[in-house]
């Protein structure tokens, strides 16, 4: 039972004050791509700890594969893992509730990935048939009186960057420059996934206080790590005069929300940071950091949930040889 009460403990920790300190870190503003990816790594954390429960309370199944696996006692497994409280109802009830909750988290993924594509199809179709070509075969400029400028995700040969005619009016060569690297960082680094993923995530899980700030972290920090990547080529202050142009501008057109745009969320942050501090590079410790936090979430669940069976390891044989001390000796075999 201490086994399903630890890694109950790691799902809140992790989803509740880790959550909520990383969401506050400055160490996320500085390097935004790694924080992407330790936020990924925390509901990692959060999923597998989840899981890892949902198999433990179907206890019988896994009672059994410990017995067998490390050729441990039955009775001291179940001492181990079952308990005496946990009753079988709430075993089962337990396990419908969640699989019943990744059901329901699996179709709110598919049906929002489904609903983008459609919209980036019918957007990439009108761009193409109507939009004009650039030197650029992916970008694509737009007649319209709202400066804007967005892309429209789609893998190889489909991905699109869309800038207005006003947008065009408003920027300088160089800020319509830094404002396409922008974007193309928005598609080399496929932010529109990794949103999509954390929007699901939240969605299912922000209603009962985990992981709350994790979709409105990683639409900020994707904004932040492809003003960064901007910031390489063309310098920051012109991502910043970019970004104070553009700023009043609405990121994309309705249909399309949820696609990375160059305006977005908290545009003003965005702009301080520009002009406050250098952009850096990824560090090589906080470049480790991301696989280190990802390594831990996905080992530490499983390592909980075997500690107890390799601590009873080959119990069963020496309860075996207790029960053979009162009975004749007929060699009981041992390995
Ligand atoms: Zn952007």
Not at 9 to 36: D, N
Request: proline fraction near 6%; glycine fraction near 8%; charge should be positive.
């Amino acid at each position: 039972m201490s086994v399903i009460a630890a890694l109950i403990a790691e799902v809140f920790l992790l989803g509740g004050p880790f959550a909520w300190w990383l969401a506050r870190s400055a160490w996320a503003g500085r390097h935004p791509q790694t924080a992407i990816r330790v936020w990924h790594a925390t509901a990692a954390g959060v999923l597998v700890s989840l899981a890892t429960v949902l198999i433990l309370v179907a206890h019988d199944v896994w009672e059994h594969a410990m017995v067998w696996l490390f050729h441990a006692d039955k009775p001291l497994i179940h001492a181990a893992y079952g308990g005496t409280w946990m009753a079988r109802g709430i075993g089962e009830a337990a396990l419908l509730l969640l699989l019943g909750g990744a059901s329901a988290m699996a179709v709110v993924a598919i049906r929002r990935f489904l609903s983008q594509r459609r919209a980036r199809d019918r957007f990439r179709l009108a761009v193409d048939t109507s939009g004009s070509e650039t030197d650029d075969p992916r970008v694509r400029v737009m007649d319209h009186e709202n400066p804007a400028a967005f892309c429209i995700p789609g893998g190889r040969g489909r991905d699109r960057i869309v800038i207005t005619t006003a947008a065009r009016t408003l920027l300088s060569a160089e800020q319509m420059a830094a404002t396409l690297e922008h974007e193309r960082a928005h598609l080399h680094l496929r932010h529109h996934r990794t949103i999509l993923a954390a929007e699901v995530v939240t969605t299912g899980f922000g209603p009962f206080g985990l992981l709350r700030p994790y979709a409105d972290q990683v639409r900020r920090l994707a904004e932040l790590a492809a003003d960064d990547r901007a910031s390489h080529a063309h310098g920051r202050l012109t991502v910043a005069a970019a970004l104070l142009e553009m700023g009043s501008a609405n990121p994309v057109p309705s249909g399309l929300d949820g696609m990375p745009a160059l305006t977005g969320p908290d545009v003003g942050g965005r702009i301080r940071r520009l002009i406050a501090a250098p952009a850096r590079r990824t560090s090589a410790p906080a470049g480790l950091l991301a696989p280190a936090a990802l390594l831990v979430a996905l080992i530490a669940p499983p390592a909980v949930a075997l500690a107890p069976a390799v601590l009873l390891m080959d119990t069963a044989h020496a309860q075996q040889a207790l029960g053979a001390d009162h009975a004749p000796a007929t060699g009981s075999r041992a390995r």
